[in-house]
């Protein structure tokens, strides 16, 4: 028999070929690994009918595997395989997406960013652009990333998407395209004010929106339309804090979360391929490595919070208590339970350092705003409009 791709001969084992159907067709239920085994064996002799399902099972033994080089393995020979189905076939394009996201996945996970970085690059040639763009801003590539946002969005993916807008914009704005980056960023504002009229969005998710785009705008010295910004979101939540949200929501802290640890960027350090960072501006999709070496900032953090304690530098110290608490909405902020009861001495203990610094009305103004969006994040609407009002009146909006 001819080998269907190399065209040589092929010497096939009828024994093992038996023991696969049999283990197939047999009454008991084959488990994950046997069924890798026999599809494996079936794969050469019959590939049309057998290398589907057997990227389908590898993928689904990746699944139970607690091992990651086991995991990179798997997804190594089931994207593979994957490369083996014949163009056209059905669920193709979707075996090899779903086959080439594990291995990037399991990649990045050991530490291999060179060859992940690689996968993700012919997971964008299948059609799925997300993971390459997010390797690349945390590698600080953002202007290229942010062309792969635009691409998405031109083949399709809806623009008011809240994932898709925020990563594109914060891709822009990495890249040091501020105006672009508001453009983007006014579009999805836009629609969210829409649907939030129509009750199709909840009230909290604007006023996350608001706030975050009068940062955008102050970032870049425009008071006046970080002002206006702050208005508006004042405004929302008036009547959050009279009338709370017309409909009631599913759990919205993603949201919260994206915008709150976006806010953060720019007190971490740049971005480099040598050195990356996480893709903020996106929930999902951070390399396991960069997350684990992000969160793994932390005790560091607070070691150099407790020297900044004892030297009674407050202004640094605010500022590295703000870093810790962006780790811990990474790490467990879009648990709810026990939501605010986990959170509010993060917020509560911003705001009193910073309320110790008399002559720094900039560095209460954000910790005071940080703590009213969280509030809403908890639903707890007044707080957030006592806050956010204080924060306002301190900034003079002019």
Known sequence: MRHPETGGMVTIDHDAVLR??????????????????????????????????????????????????????????????????????PNRAERLRRALDAYQASLFALGRRVEGRAICAELAEAGRSKPLASVLAEEGCFREAAELDEEAARNGIPEHSFWNMVRWAANLEGAGLHDAASTVFRRLLEETRREATEQRTALAILTWELVHFSRMRETVGDGAGAAVARREALSVLEELATTGEPKNWSCILGWWRTLFVLSGRAAEPAASPESPMPPFGTELGWSRDVRDGFLGMLPGLEAEAARLREADRLPKLVDVQRRISIRAAVREGARPYLFEERFTPYFDEGVTLARSLPDNPARLARALTDRSMFFVAARSFEPARADFAEAVALLHDR
Do not use: H, T, W
């Open 20 to 89: 696969a159907r049999v283990r197939l067709l047999g009454s008991g239920r084959p488990s994950r690994a046997e069924l890798v085994g026999a599809y494996r064996v079936l794969a050469e002799v019959s590939p049309k009918a057998y290398v589907p399902k057997l990227v389908d099972a590898l993928l689904a033994l990746r699944y139970e595997s607690r091992d990651p080089k086991v995991d990179v393995a798997l997804a190594a020979e089931a994207s593979q395989a994957a490369r083996r189905i014949e163009v056209g076939a």
